[in-house]
């Protein structure tokens, strides 16, 4: 080889390896999530898989002893249903068991527990009633969460301990007539008065969890910015006796967790107190987006506990109820239905616990992770009632048995706190700005030296894979390293095929929602095999029971055999599908205002 042909190839490699350290640049800062999207598997994020810290785990253990007593005696789910109240004696007895502050600090009254111990928690009550989970949820998760993230040292001595005991109620009041999971879109307006001593709040709200109940509300509205002719949202602490306040709808009639009261709310010039401000004013958004990240930790939690009751209930039906002859569980299709309800169940316990460790650790990038517990865990958990209702089958229809109603209960998870379609785009577009951004910056770099390997780039051939690496995902045990490698290459080709859809559709990506579900879709499934590798890795370790460990179709392996098939068909699905004819048909269908075609 000439001496211009090596000094050619040396510059070819020093240029490819610049182009892969731009390519990997400050991956390690940003979350397994977002990795997910870059190729990389930030591993110290997952693995090992999580526990709670030894020092509160006999405090733990204790409470959770008591709080199973306590719901024993005195919780009834199906009278909370009929009656469509969460009784005060029940609200009383939680708010003496500590459940309203158990992550608040204890110098405010509160436990100061994890964020993972709060999960179990929360997990034992959704095995048990949506209403009452949901209820704790608003109380703990958001409807105080805004007063203990942003809150003043003397807003958190003033508002935070009659919360904490329990002696007050919080409420979380973003949604409106425009404003749902669109949260930007909030219309209520505060006006800050002549004097600036105050503002003054005028608009409505609606479906607001304990509004008519609570004593302190967390209410978003949209202020003035100072010297410009916008406006942004801005948070406000509210309470019922100020002037103006109005309670619309005290109860409103829904088909599930009508045990929670979900009211309509009004002010009108309603003056609040410059003081009640939290957070910065014009950041209530960002106030609004970090509170519900707390609240769809808690959403998984929730849907974990009742995903456990939905299995209990189809196992032991199945061993006990008999047709042709023999038990319902000796029949294949039962045994299906109960093997992916365990295999659920086991995953939404493992994304659980690894999201709610994320907050422990103080981590700030947990958005992603979040949205995909809840959209993971809601669906699952509507799989799971549905499976367990088709074991029962007739007899699950009536009131005598809970699945009818937890059917009811669970269809709203799907809704709550972002609606699982807009946070599934979320995923695609928060994921890929990543990738997007620096994806532009290698090809502003491939300009003139490698016309050929830009080329094979755009043109998205199997070239543009070689330039990634699938990322090692370091388990312990040796019988799950094909599991491990097949989930770093699985992470490698969805690398590849995020930067073929940027490549392809560009701007346009914001707009291809059939592509954003197919990219979220196929993330949520890289990151329940990490989740559900990383419980089981660990279970191995610690030598587990073989119901969870040695079995060769248990319910963690189940589980990740199939994500792995999910996610191809997800990915597989960006280069052969039917979103053409898809669109046609719904267009057709719209054009004629939904008359049978």
């Not at 209702?389 to 809704?415: C, K, S, W």
């Not at 969870?548 to 792995?564: D, W």
């Amino acid at each position: 080889m000439s001496e211009t042909k090596i000094q050619t190839e040396v510059e070819r490699q020093k240029q490819m390896r610049a182009a892969e350290e731009l390519l990997f640049a400050g991956s390690q800062k940003l979350g397994l999530a977002k990795g997910l999207f870059l190729g990389r598997f930030v591993a110290d994020w997952v693995m090992p898989y999580p526990t709670v810290r030894p020092e509160e785990q006999a405090e733990l253990n204790d409470s959770l002893a008591r709080l199973r007593a306590f719901l024993d005696r005195n919780l009834d789910p199906g009278a909370i249903d009929r009656q469509a109240d969460i009784p005060r004696e029940v609200i009383d007895g939680l708010a003496r068991l500590g459940v309203f502050g158990m992550t608040a600090p204890r110098d405010v009254g509160g436990r100061g527990l994890s964020q993972m111990a709060y999960c179990r928690v929360m997990e034992e009550i959704g095995s048990r009633c949506a209403s009452t989970s949901i209820f704790v949820n608003v109380q703990h998760s958001i409807g105080m969460r805004a007063l203990l993230l942003f809150g003043t040292p003397e807003q958190k001595r003033r508002w935070l301990p009659p919360l904490v005991s329990g002696e007050k109620l919080a409420a979380f009041a973003l949604t409106e007539a425009e404003a749902g999971s669109d949260a930007a879109n909030v219309q209520t307006v505060a006006r800050p008065s002549a004097d600036g001593s105050h503002f003054i709040l005028n608009g409505e709200k609606r479906y607001i969890t304990s509004g008519a109940i609570a004593q302190v509300l967390t209410v978003m509205a949209r202020t003035p910015v100072p010297g410009r002719s916008e406006s942004a949202i801005t948070a406000f602490l509210v309470t019922p006796d100020m002037p103006g306040f109005a309670v619309l709808e005290p109860r409103m009639e829904k088909l599930g967790i009508r045990g929670t009261a979900t009211a309509r709310l009004a002010f009108r010039d309603t003056p609040v107190p410059k003081d009640n401000i939290l957070g910065t004013p014009g950041k209530g958004l960002k106030v609004a987006l970090t509170v519900l990240d707390f609240g769809r930790v808690t959403f998984g939690a929730s849907c974990t506990g009742a995903a456990k009751t939905c299995l209990r209930l189809a196992v032991q039906y199945a061993n006990t109820r008999r047709q042709f002859g023999r038990a319902l569980g000796e029949f294949e299709l039962i045994k299906k239905k109960i093997a992916r309800m365990a295999a659920g169940a086991y995953a939404m316990e493992a994304m659980t616990t690894v999201t709610a460790s994320l907050i422990d650790r103080g981590l700030e990038d947990y958005l992603l992770e979040t949205a995909m517990l809840k959209v993971f865990s809601t669906e699952a958990l509507w799989m799971l009632v549905n499976e367990a209702f088709q074991v029962h089958g007739g007899a699950a229809y009536f009131t005598d048995r809970p699945l009818e109603r937890m059917l009811r209960d669970a269809r709203i998870n799907q809704i709550g706190e972002g609606a699982n379609e807009v946070l599934t785009s979320f995923i695609a577009l928060v994921g890929m700005r990543a990738p997007g951004e620096q994806l532009r910056e290698i090809l502003e770099a491939l300009q003139n030296p490698w016309g050929e390997w830009r080329k094979a780039w755009l043109l998205g051939l199997d070239r543009v894979g070689a330039a990634v690496r699938a990322p090692e995902v370091p388990v312990r045990s040796p019988q799950l390293q094909s599991y491990a490698g097949r989930l770093g290459e699985m992470i490698r080709r969805f690398n590849v095929e995020v930067d073929r859809a940027l490549i392809r559709h560009r701007e346009e990506i914001l707009e291809r929602q059939y592509v954003q579900e197919r990219i979220a879709r196929a993330a949520m499934e890289l990151f329940a095999c990490a989740c559900v590798l990383s419980r089981w890795d660990t279970g191995l370790q610690a030598g587990d029971s073989p119901a969870l460990t040695g079995l060769p179709h248990n319910a963690a392996e189940l589980f990740v055999r199939g994500s792995f098939r999910r996610a191809r068909r997800s990915l597989a699905e960006m280069h052969e599908n039917d979103d053409a004819l898809t669109a046609a048909v719904a267009d057709s269908m719209l054009r004629q205002g939904g008359a049978a075609p």
